[in-house]
């Protein structure tokens, strides 16, 4: 499928009103490429950021439901400053000594206020979290990532990124889910321009219903080999598992890791678009059902399975 061509930098035209932002990810409330996506956000409105405290990818969307969370308060300027400085200055590290802000009179880094809080939990948690009790007024909009690796095909069942996602849009908000096509050196600016347009773009749609849901995939590439955008279908399986063992203190211990790529996806998927350097939007839902087809080919599997009151 063509697509339309990136033409970088994004504009990000003025709203007549600010929108109002979740925030969350599963890589981590210390995570670049959730304070890119902040900073990039704030151009378009208020960004409420509530993250894990701590790396949570591969969790999908599970849930803590026989425990309790707890929430902190973080100071957003300085994991901007710290995380994702916006310009050619590389990210600190999380243990490095702070730094004080410019002074008053220094030109504002982002446009609109941006809050964060850390949860002791799931990226699922984090969101549900938000959109249920910290974030008031409630948000326009629900956004997941930008994570550090593709999130591709089938990938999506167990992708904190996506798990987060879901809960924004089972709720009735329009989420975009985010990622980047590398774990090694994620560049984010490119995709931190791209969710700020989208974002921009979907305060100016018509509402639908069930409401816009999009997972987007940028390659790990600079701007100028984008080939351009693709709006895909899932994909089928793109990394699959491999199991490592190791003997300790007479114990053998198992490691599992999605390390194979198998990236099995044929025209109009996003496995194959983002192979050929194309941002893959691909719209989401929630439908496990099948087909008609395969509800009769069911059907006869059962057919006189011998239980329930007609069974003879």
């Not at 009103?17 to 208020?46: C, M, Q």
């Not at 999130?151 to 879901?166: F, M, Q, R, Y």
């Not at 955008?229 to 007479?250: C, H, M, W």
């Not at 194309?278 to 989401?284: L, Q, R």
């Amino acid at each position: 499928m063509a697509g339309t061509h990136c033409q970088p930098p994004l504009t990000i035209p003025d709203l007549e009103y600010p929108l109002k932002i979740l925030l969350t990810n599963d890589d981590g409330i210390h995570a670049t490429g959730l304070w890119a996506a902040a900073r990039a956000l704030s151009a378009v409105g208020e960004v409420a950021v509530v993250a894990p405290d701590r790396e949570q990818s591969g969790v999908g969307a599970s849930m803590t439901l026989h425990a309790p969370l707890f929430v902190h308060q973080v100071p957003a300027e300085q994991y901007l400053r710290q995380h994702a400085p916006g310009d050619a200055t590389p990210p600190r590290a999380a243990d490095a000594v702070w730094e004080p802000p410019p002074p008053p009179d220094a030109a504002p880094a982002w446009p609109h206020p941006i809050t964060a809080w850390a949860v002791q939990g799931t990226p699922a948690d984090s969101c549900i979290l938000a959109l249920e009790q910290l974030v008031v007024p409630k948000p326009d909009l629900v956004v997941s990532g930008i994570n550090r690796g593709s999130n591709l095909g089938w990938d999506v069942i167990v992708s904190g990124t996506v798990g987060a996602a879901v809960q924004g849009f089972v709720r009735g908000y329009p989420t975009i889910a985010i990622s980047v096509g590398s774990v090694q050196s994620p560049r984010y600016d490119l995709a931190a321009k791209v969710v700020a347009a989208l974002a921009r773009r979907l305060a100016d749609a018509p509402a639908v219903f069930p409401p816009y849901f999009l997972n987007v995939n940028v390659p790990n590439e600079p701007a100028n080999r984008i080939a351009g955008v693709q709006v895909t279908q899932l994909g089928g399986r793109a990394y699959g598992e491999s199991v490592r063992t190791e003997e300790s203190f007479g114990h053998r211990r198992y490691w599992i890791s999605r390390n194979r790529p198998v990236l099995a996806g044929g025209e109009g998927s996003d496995i194959a678009a983002h192979k050929a350097n194309y941002i893959a939007i691909t719209p989401m839902g929630m439908a496990f059902s099948t087909t008609d087809e395969r509800l009769e080919v069911v059907r006869e599997l059962v057919d006189g399975i011998g239980v329930g009151g007609n069974a003879g």
